[in-house]
């Protein structure tokens, strides 16, 4: 089972910028991936998703035009660029793989249809 390691989080100010990264164990081209969030007391939530290829993305309505999702198979990385931070950004990222792929892209957005799920990165956005 592919194994995944984010890092990039750290301490920003609003308007700030930061970038992700979700390194994996084993070659990324097989999966569907997706990076999540959570904050103290809420649910885990959808950010964005990436298509095994790269040629479909998907994103919450809450970080639309502000982070962007790639991905480069080459080196088994995902990437999220989070730009224009909020405090209300402040949350645990979490990068996860799905190995699912018609039923993935019908809707992204669910926690269910990931396999596997790294440790989590964190992201404090201070006003």
């Known amino acids: 089972q592919v194994q995944l390691v984010e890092s990039g989080g750290g301490l920003v100010q609003a308007g700030g910028s930061l ?3 979700c390194a994996a164990s084993e070659r990324t081209f097989f ?5 999540f969030r959570q904050a103290p007391g ?10 095994r ?11 639309k035009g502000r982070f962007t999702i790639s991905r480069d198979n080459a080196k088994n990385t995902v990437y999220l660029q989070m730009n224009s ?5 402040t949350a645990v990222y979490y990068c ?6 018609t ?3 019908l809707d992204p957005t669910r926690k269910y249809k990931y396999d596997t799920w790294g440790q989590g990165t ?6």
Do not use: C, H
């Open 19 to 21: 970038r992700l990264s």
């Open 31 to 35: 999966y569907n991936m997706g990076w």
């Open 42 to 51: 809420k649910e885990r939530e959808f950010v964005a998703a990436i298509s």
């Open 53 to 63: 290829s790269g040629g479909s993305t998907y994103y919450a309505d809450s970080v």
């Open 85 to 89: 931070l909020k405090p209300e950004d």
């Open 96 to 101: 996860a793989a799905s190995q699912r792929i």
């Open 103 to 105: 039923t993935w892209a």
């Open 122 to 127: 964190q992201v404090t956005v201070s006003s």
